[in-house]
Each structure stands twice: as structure tokens, then as C-alpha cells.
């Protein structure tokens, strides 16, 4: 299904996540001199663009989901997801994510945001109104507003790899 332009915002975000979950994925087994610029990496995008956009998605998709007695389980679901992300984010952040844990981080991301993109994107389009979906468009946009504004140049330890 195209994706609603009142989502669209998320989604190009989950677009860049997927990335570095791809880059991760190909850049196994990351060697130890390398840990400390993906865990740099990744705790700039969590400060400078995923905070925004979790708290986006809770504060204005999940909430507004909850009202639909179909996909209030789901936005519960999510919600818990974003606790153990942010865990993992601070966990590379406080420099405690070992490069063996990477992978798994990766993973749970990447299942997340096709949680969001096939099941709950998915549904709100066929529950919602276009009313409703646009609501959530005009609160997204002004949350949105500040996230990936800065640029975070990337680096030769986390550049994407060919496939090995």
C-alpha cells in the first residue's frame, strides 16, 4: 500500500535507520577500533534526530492509535519497543555496547520499524479517516520540525561495505 503523505515524514526517517542497521549488518565482525565510532554515530543520531522521532511517534501516532480499539495492543507493543531501543542507544552512548551486541541492536531496530511501516502505518490507513490522518500530519510536522536538522558526516570505520 503507498504510504499516506501525512506518514511520510516517519517513514523517510525509518529510511535512515534502516541504513545504519544495513551498514552494521555489513560491516560484521566490527573490529574493536572501530566500536567507538559507531557507538559515536549512533548516540549523535539518537540525540540529534531518533529522540525527536520516538517521541513524535508516541506522543502523536501511538496515542492517537490507542483510540482504535484494533490497534491499541500494537501501539502498546511499540511503546515497549522504544524502551529497550532507547536502552540500546544509551547503552552505546555510556560506551557499554559491546561490538558482539551490535548485530542484535541492528536487528531489533530494523523488526521495529517494519513493525511500524507493515502493521500499524499499514492499518491506521485503512481505520483512520483523512481527516484523521491528516491531523496527525499537521502535529507531525510541527514535532518534527528540529529532528535532522544537524548533519552527521559519517566516517571510514562506518561507511557501508559491500556484501562479503
Known amino acids: 500500500m503507498l504510504r499516506d503523505k501525512n506518514l511520510i515524514p516517519l517513514s523517510h526517517q525509518h529510511q535512515k535507520m534502516l541504513a545504519l542497521c544495513v551498514r552494521i549488518d555489513r560491516a560484521q565482525p566490527i573490529p574493536a577500533a572501530d566500536l ?92 483512520l479517516s483523512p481527516e484523521e490522518l491528516a491531523r496527525v500530519g499537521v502535529l507531525l510536522e510541527s514535532a518534527l520540525r528540529d529532528a535532522g536538522r544537524s548533519c552527521l558526516l559519517g566516517n571510514e570505520a562506518t561507511k557501508l561495505r559491500p556484501r562479503s
Not at 482504535?68 to 557499554?96: C, K, M, W, Y
Not at 551490535?102 to 481505520?127: T, V
Request: charged fraction near 30%; aromatic fraction near 8%; glycine fraction near 2%.
Open 36 to 127: 567507538p565510532a559507531w557507538r559515536e554515530e549512533m548516540a549523535q543520531l539518537f540525540e540529534n534526530e531518533i529522540q525527536i522521532h520516538f517521541a513524535a511517534e508516541e506522543e502523536i501516532v501511538f496515542r492517537v492509535a490507542r483510540e482504535v480499539p484494533e490497534l491499541r495492543s500494537l501501539a502498546d507493543e511499540l511503546t515497549n519497543d522504544h524502551i529497550l531501543l532507547r536502552q540500546g542507544f544509551g547503552s552505546a552512548e555510556s560506551r557499554q555496547m559491546a561490538a558482539e551486541a551490535l548485530p542484535a541492536f541492528a536487528q531489533q531496530l530494523s523488526a521495529h520499524i517494519r513493525k511500524e511501516e507493515r502493521q500499524l502505518f499499514e492499518r491506521m490507513q485503512k481505520l
